[in-house]
């Protein structure tokens, strides 16, 4: 959501046989409505597109970057990452067929389990931003010396964006508590600052551990608003190279500013001293 257009859509419904797609897209975004997470959206928007009827989930627990279940319509809905629903549910051939025609298609993709069995994914598509790609050369023309992005997204989903934007390095299927070890390993490693810029609520934990945090908050979470030592309220990425530049002349100035009056000051006193001011 930080590189890619953050609007992204359901491109595609992949149910086993005997599953109903657009009852397990409506169990889908039903429980979808207690989630902050960027997809859940998209999800219900899908939904009402086909004018589907939600109800509103019940006994909802969510583990941020993994996945989120609870009780619909008497159906215990499980929704999340591949590795989290396989290790309850086992992953059928499938899905694991449409898991990999995601990857080649650079699409993520939502396991969906009902009754503690797996049902369908659904693949989500969500394009690059028209401005990242130059958003990550000015980063370097302004003295960024290191681009990383840090996700939630399958490997290969993550590649296929670094390769895009010529990223220097990729962090994949990362929770919120990985992307904070991450933050506080480079910045460990590195002698100089660390800057986070994200928008979700997994960002959150690695923005407040940033030596910077960077918060896109038109439309995102709350928690990484508050999170963030500086929020940008336009949602656009290159605002963030605006901010530097501005903050760059800024302190030129005000040091101009300082020297110049503080020399003035010192030139107009050895005047004094010797009584010709």
Do not use: C, Y
């Not at 008497?74 to 990999?100: F, K, M």
């Not at 600052?193 to 997994?202: A, E, K, P, S, Y």
């Amino acid at each position: 959501g930080t590189l890619t257009a953050g609007r992204p859509r359901v491109a595609e419904v992949v149910t086993l046989p005997g599953v109903d797609a657009d009852e397990l897209l409506r169990l889908t975004a039903s429980l979808e409505q207690a989630s902050a997470h960027v997809f859940a959206a998209a999800v219900i928007d899908s939904a009402r597109e086909r004018d589907l009827m939600l109800d509103f989930p019940t006994d909802v627990t969510e583990q941020p970057g993994i996945g989120i279940s609870g009780a619909v319509d008497g159906h215990r809905v499980r929704l999340g990452s591949e590795d989290w629903i396989a290790r309850t549910n086992g992953l059928p051939e499938p899905i694991r067929v449409a898991r990999r025609r995601a990857e080649l298609e650079g699409a993520s993709a939502v396991v969906v389990a009902i009754d503690d069995e797996t049902a369908g994914v659904l693949l989500m598509d969500d394009p690059i931003r028209t401005e990242s790609s130059r958003v990550v050369r000015a980063l370097r023309a302004a003295g960024v010396r290191h681009v990383a992005m840090l996700t939630g997204d399958d490997a290969s989903v993550a590649a296929a964006v670094s390769s895009a934007l010529g990223l220097d390095a990729v962090h994949s299927q990362q929770s919120p508590g990985d992307k904070l070890a991450t933050i506080r390993a480079h910045t460990e490693a590195t002698d100089g600052l660390t800057v986070m810029i994200g928008d979700g609520v997994n960002d959150a934990p690695a923005l407040a551990g940033a030596d910077l945090g960077v918060a896109m908050g038109a439309r995102g979470a709350t928690a990484s608003s508050e999170a963030a030592d500086v929020v940008l309220t336009i949602d656009r990425l290159d605002r963030v190279v605006e901010g530097m530049r501005i903050a760059h002349w800024s302190r030129r100035i005000a040091l101009q500013s300082v020297v110049t009056g503080m020399g003035l000051s010192f030139v107009a006193m050895g005047f004094a001293a010797v009584g010709l001011l």
